[in-house]
T-cell receptor
């Protein structure tokens, strides 16, 4: 089974609107971390937001928030007030286990296109 | 610039040749990771080091691939007898074990094209 599933290959959003990018995960480890990265056309991977499995509240970082639904094993990224510069690939990733240094497993990504 | 740096950024080679990529992590980071990314896909884990010790290798890492981090600082990834299927972006990342989220900091990648 896929550990990280992103079911939306591509998404369009109107500038200034909010958009939700879906991510579901699969793990039997009670301790894990969930990450979202942005990859613009230039190629670098940019860390956006993190949610730990024991965190009680949904993570927020500026215009980014993570809708963490533990029972459903979903960790959707919400981008508010979309900007043209948000057009990029977005990857959800998971780290299993307590060790903060464990490797990340990535999903297949969602391409977000922001329309002016 | 104190980020992760990779060299070369682009490499074009003929099938059967050997190639080597270098990664310089953020200086205080003790973990270093190699990932491979093909067009339109997410990064796939290849291997990682804690200091100079190689702790895990993916089954994707065939015997043609070897990675080293001899002094616990920079790392090299060598691909021997390259095949066209090796064409991809090779991403290096580093992280610190000193608390925090354990997020990976990525370099800009080394793009390999095998003709």
């Amino acid at each position: 089974a896929q550990k990280i599933t992103q079911t939306q290959p591509g998404m369009f959003v109107q500038e200034k609107e909010a958009v939700t990018l879906d991510c579901t995960y699969d793990t039997s480890d009670p301790s894990y971390g969930l990450f979202w990265y942005k990859q613009p056309s230039s190629g670098e991977m940019i860390f956006l937001i993190y949610q730990g499995s024991y965190d009680q509240q949904n993570a927020t970082e500026g215009r980014y928030s993570l809708n963490f639904q533990k029972a459903r094993k979903s960790a959707n990224l919400v981008i508010s007030a979309s900007q043209l510069g948000d057009s990029a690939m977005y990857f959800c990733a998971m780290r299993e286990g307590y060790n903060a240094g464990n490797m990340l497993t990535f999903g297949g990504g969602t391409r977000l296109m922001v329309k002016p | 610039d104190t980020g992760v740096s990779q060299d070369p950024r682009h490499k074009i080679t003929k099938r059967g040749q050997n190639v080597t990529f270098r990664c310089d992590p953020i200086s205080e980071h003790n973990r270093l990771y190699w990932y491979r990314q093909t067009l339109g896909q997410g990064p796939e884990f290849l291997t990682y080091f804690q200091n100079e010790a190689q702790l895990e290798k993916s089954r994707l890492l065939s015997d043609r691939f070897s990675a080293e981090r001899p002094k616990g600082s920079f790392s090299t990834l060598e691909i021997q007898r390259t095949e066209q299927g090796d064409s991809a972006m090779y991403l290096c990342a580093s992280s610190s074990l000193a608390g925090g989220t354990g997020e990976l900091f990525f370099g800009e990648g080394s793009r390999l094209t095998v003709l």
